[in-house]
């Protein structure tokens, strides 16, 4: 089955520690990204991928991480700089620009 | 700087009862503009993509369409089962990302 696989589904993490957030696709696609979602605010980019081994920041990058070593995979850390990491994360990939980019199932991060 | 807007923020239907969701967008020269459904505690699952204007798509009871300045989703007889918050998004030319509306929450009763 194609698509795209977010793990864990459920994560809690406590004050101080580092978590990461897994992402695999197998479309054979290009660019990578990371989405945050809160309620009432939409989806803001966190990093984004056009092809491995390069990233770029978005919008929110500050406390997170990524890393882009294999075309398939593009994990997710949140650091402990990230002050409020209770979210919703959706991480997407698309074959090029203007294609449609398809999005995985999304991981909740909860902060205990 | 790109910017969607979509509205209403809600929207509580009839069954049956059609209407439309709003997208205006501003954007420096539009590569595509997409229309996602999400569920409650899933990921957006795409819908359709419109590319210029004038372009319309269809699937079951929605319809999308677009012109320079906005794109409208229409919902012809909808049915509960279409209750689910409606997402657009733009990407420019030159860039690679998405710039996401907030969303429209949509609800139809029996």
């Known amino acids: 089955d194609g698509g795209i696989t977010q793990s864990p589904k459920y994560l809690f993490r406590k004050e101080g520690q580092n978590v990461t957030l897994s992402c695999e696709q197998n479309l054979n696609h290009d660019a990578m990204y990371w989405y945050r979602q809160d309620p009432g605010q939409g989806l803001r980019l966190i990093y984004y991928?056009?092809?491995?081994?390069?990233?770029q920041k978005g919008d929110i990058a500050e406390g997170y991480s990524v890393s882009r070593e294999k075309k398939e995979s593009f994990p997710l850390t949140v650091t402990s700089a990230q002050k409020n990491p209770t979210a919703f994360y959706l991480c997407?990939?698309?074959?090029?620009?203007?294609?449609?980019?398809?999005f995985g199932e999304g991981s909740w991060l909860t902060v205990v | 700087e790109d910017q969607v807007t979509q509205s209403p923020e809600a929207l509580r239907l009839q069954e049956g009862e059609s209407s439309s969701l709003n997208c205006s967008y501003t954007v420096s020269g539009l590569r595509g503009l997409f229309w996602y459904r999400q569920d409650p505690g899933k990921g957006p699952e795409f819908l359709f993509t419109l590319y210029s204007a004038g372009e319309e798509k269809e699937k079951e009871r929605l319809k999308a369409t677009l012109t320079k300045k906005e794109s409208f989703l229409h919902i012809t007889a909808p049915k509960p089962e279409d209750s689910a918050t409606y997402l657009c998004?733009?990407?420019?030319?030159?860039?690679?990302?998405?710039?996401f509306g907030k969303g429209t929450m949509l609800l139809v009763s029996p």
């Open positions: 998004a733009v990407q420019a030319g030159g860039y690679s990302t998405l710039t």
């Open positions: 991928s056009q092809i491995v081994n390069d990233f």
């Open positions: 997407a990939s698309q074959k090029g620009n203007g294609n449609t980019i398809y």
